[in-house]
């Protein structure tokens, strides 16, 4: 078996006026939230799609689905310690991490540290192991009318020896 796999994810969610944004387990003031079963966080959702599939262990949806009111509202951050222990079981260690999300509003370059080092800790991992950019799509498509965000994640991981 070759030791390291990569993986990719996606996720977006609608914004409504009034609802939290949290978006790398950060907090962002905003006039809009996500509209979620959880918390919404499209990069923590996208991130955990990214390091379950490199582990050809399914999707987010597979472990967390939103018809269990166990999750109802939860912190993101809670599912990626999550997903980054059934790796861990399964003999995996992540490398690193690159994410995009892609936003017309609000202005994320001012949380985007906090956002790497939130991730970091999550995943157990130093934080310039952690990418995280964000850009805009000029107005174009449901990110550019601000209805809603998306985010992407690529991941490596490795097959460890136990």
């Known amino acids: 078996m070759f030791p390291l796999r990569v993986g990719h994810g996606y996720d977006v969610h609608a914004l409504e006026e009034g609802l939290l ?3 790398g387990g950060v907090d962002i003031p905003h006039t809009h939230g996500f509209v979620a079963h959880s918390d919404g966080d499209v990069l923590i959702h996208a991130l ?5 599939g490199a582990a050809a262990l399914g999707d987010i949806g597979l472990h967390f689905p939103d ?3 166990e999750w109802k509202g939860i912190d ?3 599912l ?20 995009t999300v892609i936003a017309q509003a609000p202005k994320l370059r001012p949380y985007i540290d906090s956002m790497r080092a939130t991730l970091a800790e999550d995943m157990g991992i130093a934080v310039d192991a952690v ?3 964000a850009t805009t799509t000029e107005r174009l498509g449901f990110t550019g009318r601000k209805e809603g965000i998306a985010a992407e994640a690529v991941v490596m991981i490795a097959k460890v020896e136990k």
């Open 21 to 23: 944004l949290r978006i």
């Open 48 to 52: 955990c799609d990214a390091l379950l």
């Open 67 to 69: 018809t269990a009111g």
């Open 76 to 78: 993101s951050r809670i």
């Open 80 to 99: 990626l310690r999550k997903v980054v222990a059934l790796l861990a079981e399964k003999g995996f260690a992540v490398g690193n991490v690159d994410c």
């Open 131 to 133: 990418s995280v950019k």
